[in-house]
């Protein structure tokens, strides 16, 4: 069965998971962490918006009162995990995920960390070191959902806050994170709601060396938490969807076997 009748049948009766709803209007999201037990949890970072950027959001109208990091929370991920426990030996918390800050201790204990709207973030002192000793130690970074220039711009100042000197370097679809579980030999994805952009795929590598370790993943003019999220309304092309969905599983393969 090809994944996209299989991603298809899995993501139409999933459940919203640990109470959470789709549109949660609450302010206090780590009610629904779930306690560390040895299993593969997705954790994504929280952060403090950059103030002043305007931007569309489920928190109503634009502008202000946006949290950024939170979008396409907790659909997104949920869908991702079912379909990486049925198509992978990798078996993921189904009960729950957790949100977690940059200078958190708790974040060392989980090998992948996704960031959504790092078009957007800001981070303290303490969390950029934070940062930096999680993915010194081993930690993997997956950077998502930010489009244009000045979304570029704050991005690379942050990562360069957490990694001085760094150097995104742009992948193509032969760099071995792309053929991790499924051969992915095209890389053109189209942006779900933003007209006019294609994804882009930056690595971050130790040293800025292509021949050293990779300690992040840039989707840049892309928005894979869309995919997922919106798999179970029919919103969006099932073929991008499913690519989306083969991306996040080989990104998570990848990091938990590097």
Do not use: C
């Not at 593969?40 to 949290?67: A, I």
């Not at 204990?109 to 993915?135: C, D, M, Q």
């Not at 840039?218 to 499913?242: F, K, M, R």
Request: no cysteine.
């Amino acid at each position: 069965m090809r994944l996209g009748v299989l991603a298809l049948l899995l993501v139409l009766s999933i459940p919203d998971t640990a109470g959470a709803q789709r549109w949660y209007g609450g302010s206090d999201y780590t009610e629904f962490n779930v306690p560390y037990d040895g299993r593969f949890t997705f954790v994504r970072l929280s952060f403090t918006p950059m103030s002043g950027l305007g931007g569309w959001g489920r928190r109503g109208g634009r502008g202000g009162g946006q949290l950024y990091w939170d979008h396409d929370w907790p659909i997104a991920e949920t869908h991702l995990n079912k379909l990486l426990r049925e198509l992978t030996d990798v078996n993921p918390y189904m009960e729950g995920t957790n949100i977690l800050a940059a200078d958190d201790p708790e974040l060392t204990k989980y090998p992948i960390a996704y960031v959504s709207e790092p078009g957007h973030w800001t981070l303290t002192n303490a969390e950029a070191e934070g940062l930096r000793n999680y993915v010194l130690k081993g930690g993997f970074l997956i950077f998502d959902d930010f489009v244009g220039a000045r979304d570029w711009m704050i991005f690379e100042e942050g990562l360069r806050q957490v990694l001085p000197g760094v150097r995104p370097i742009q992948l193509d679809f032969t760099h071995e994170i792309f053929h991790s579980f499924f051969d992915i030999d095209s890389l053109e994805l189209a942006h779900p709601n933003s007209y006019g952009y294609f994804a882009e795929f930056w690595g971050v590598f130790e040293d800025n060396d292509p021949e050293k370790r990779l300690l992040a993943i840039v989707n840049y003019n892309a928005d894979i938490g869309d995919y997922w999220e919106y798999s179970d309304l029919g919103w969006l092309p099932i073929p991008l969807t499913n690519e989306a969905y083969k991306l996040g599983i080989n990104y998570i393969v990848y990091a938990m076997t590097h």
